[in-house]
């Protein structure tokens, strides 16, 4: 069975820059989280879907936005980059819906991006 | 609010030695606990997790973490390391797809 696969793999942007960061989940999960990870530090949260519908949000500015798609995949953009959106990209998808206990994320390989 | 500490930025160890991993949180409720593993250029590899129940949780690739709430602490053992353990390891609490997670501690195994 497929895990869970991100586009593109790695990605070089200019500041003011738009990025568009993909995600599919594993088949029949129905939840997406995405997470930063800055060189040299753990991954932060910055969002989470289920259902199509947003179920939690972290600590980033209104320049990060994502939606869920009908066949559970995701987008994560971000407008106007900085040097410091510099980071590998995480999706993590899980077959549980939020707050039910066991919710265990599988992580994908990640997005590599760079701004310039 | 959650949060997570690894004291420890970087291990060395030899090649057969035993390993543990300190990780500390902080939760306001019955934590979930997570243990990952990350090599370069990858994404998180899952270890091991606790819920709830025994306190001592086997994981993949002969890994075991013990949670001790009275220290806080969901610290990874391994009784005998091999050179492909190393790696970047993350602890990680909460759940709900939200998780908190510790800066990494970034295992070296020598021959």
């Known amino acids: 069975d497929a895990g869970v696969t991100q586009s593109p793999t790695h990605l070089i942007k200019t500041r003011g820059q738009h990025v568009t960061l993909r995600c599919s989940p594993i088949s029949g999960h129905k939840s997406v989280s995405w997470y930063q990870q800055v060189l040299g530090q753990g991954p932060q949260f910055i969002f989470q879907?289920?259902?199509?519908?947003?179920?939690g949000r972290g600590n980033f500015p209104d320049r990060f936005s994502a939606r869920q798609f009908p066949n559970y995949s995701s987008e994560l953009n971000v407008n106007a980059l900085l040097l410091g959106d510099s980071a590998l990209y995480l999706c993590?998808?899980?077959?549980?819906?939020?707050?039910?206990?066991?919710?265990?994320?599988?992580f994908g390989p990640g997005t590599r991006l760079l701004v310039l | 609010a959650q949060s997570v500490t690894q004291p420890d930025i970087h291990i060395t160890v030899s090649e057969g030695a035993s390993l543990e991993l300190r990780c500390n949180y902080s939760y306001g409720a019955t934590p979930y606990l997570f243990w990952y593993v990350q090599s370069p250029g990858q994404g998180l590899q899952l270890l091991l997790k606790?819920?709830?129940?025994?306190?001592l949780v086997q994981g993949i690739k002969g890994f075991e973490a013990e949670f001790k709430r009275s220290q806080s602490s969901f610290n990874l053992r391994k009784p005998s390391v091999h050179w492909s353990d190393a790696a970047e390891y993350f602890c990680?609490?909460?759940?709900?797809?939200?998780?908190?997670f510790g800066d990494g501690t970034t295992l070296t195994v020598k021959p």
């Open positions: 879907y289920y259902e199509k519908e947003e179920r």
């Open positions: 990680a609490v909460g759940g709900a797809g939200k998780s908190t």
């Open positions: 993590a998808s899980s077959s549980h819906p939020p707050g039910t206990g066991e919710e265990t994320q599988y």
């Open positions: 606790y819920f709830s129940g025994d306190t």
